[in-house]
């Protein structure tokens, strides 16, 4: 991977800017310096690889050279994402499910922000955002996926199982082809992402739908219940006890409700 290449392979994509990394801390952060600064809508951070990749709440997110991609996007939110900002997890969720779809790989979206292929987690999703009091100024839509089987974390490490792209297709595949059809199916997603065929793709992508879950939330005890789908802001709307229960975005860990993980 080098910034020649990509720039090439991304020239059909009407990106803001572009900058490349061999390697990085994390590129959400040097996304999130770039739009303090003078960041374009749809400026993009990718790195070869990150020594200190994070998800949610301070865990890490591992990127190893040559095999993983890494990538942040910088949104200037549009008026819908102003109004629906757990949307944009969605986004980066439905554009990998497509993406992996075009190689013939059925993705799920382990909600609220993991990329499952046949039950592993392939991808993370990490969104951060910078508010001026009630006003969304930027969102940053950190995005991390399993490209090659080299990109995999020891099985140790993990909260989940873990898989790659080039695993579950039985063969490697061209990380800035498969970084090029992502972004493509980005912004198509994105053009759409108030209607209501955004959020019906996005809950048919769930899995676990129809289900038995569990809803791990911080140090409450865990909610048990059947996942039935999304509200409009991209809550998780559960049957538990009998009532409809909706779980908002957050500090969130979802696992079938059998499962012995973690
Ligand atoms: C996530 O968090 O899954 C969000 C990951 C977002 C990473 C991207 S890469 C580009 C951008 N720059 C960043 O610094 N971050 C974003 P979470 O749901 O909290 O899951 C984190 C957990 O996933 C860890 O605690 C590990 O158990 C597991 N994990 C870490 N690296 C992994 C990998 N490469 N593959 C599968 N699982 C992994």
């Not at 090439?8 to 490349?20: C, E, N, Q, T, V």
């Not at 209501?196 to 140090?219: H, P, T, Y």
């Amino acid at each position: 991977m080098n910034e020649r290449g990509l720039k090439k392979a991304l020239s059909s994509l009407p990106l803001g800017g572009l900058r490349y990394f061999d390697s990085i801390g994390s590129t959400n952060d040097e996304a999130l310096a770039w739009a303090a600064q003078d960041a374009r809508d749809l400026s993009i951070v990718i790195a070869d690889e990150q020594t200190v990749g994070r998800g949610r709440a301070g865990r890490k997110w591992l990127t190893p050279p040559e095999s993983a991609l890494a990538f942040s996007l910088i949104l200037r939110p549009t008026e819908i994402e102003q109004t629906h900002p757990a949307r944009t997890t969605g986004l980066g969720a439905l554009a990998l499910a497509d993406a992996c779809l075009k190689l013939g790989l059925r993705a799920q979206i382990k909600w609220p922000n993991d990329v499952l292929i046949n039950g592993r987690k392939a991808a993370g999703i990490l969104v951060e955002s910078v508010w001026t009091g009630d006003s969304l100024d930027v969102s940053i839509l950190g995005i991390g996926v399993n490209a090659l089987a080299a990109s995999m974390p020891p099985a140790g490490q993990l909260l989940f199982p873990a898989t790659s792209v080039e695993t579950e297709l039985g063969h490697p595949i061209e990380r800035v082809d498969f970084l090029r059809d992502i972004l493509a199916a980005l912004i198509g997603w994105r053009a759409r992402v108030g209607t209501d065929e955004f959020m019906q793709a996005w809950e048919k992508s769930l899995a676990f739908r129809g289900e038995q879950v569990q809803v791990i939330k911080d140090n409450e005890s865990p909610l048990t219940g059947k996942l039935l789908g999304l509200d409009s802001d991209g809550g998780l709307r559960l049957r538990s006890n009998n009532k409809s229960v909706t779980v908002q975005f957050g500090e969130i860990h979802l696992r079938p409700a059998d499962d012995k993980i973690g």
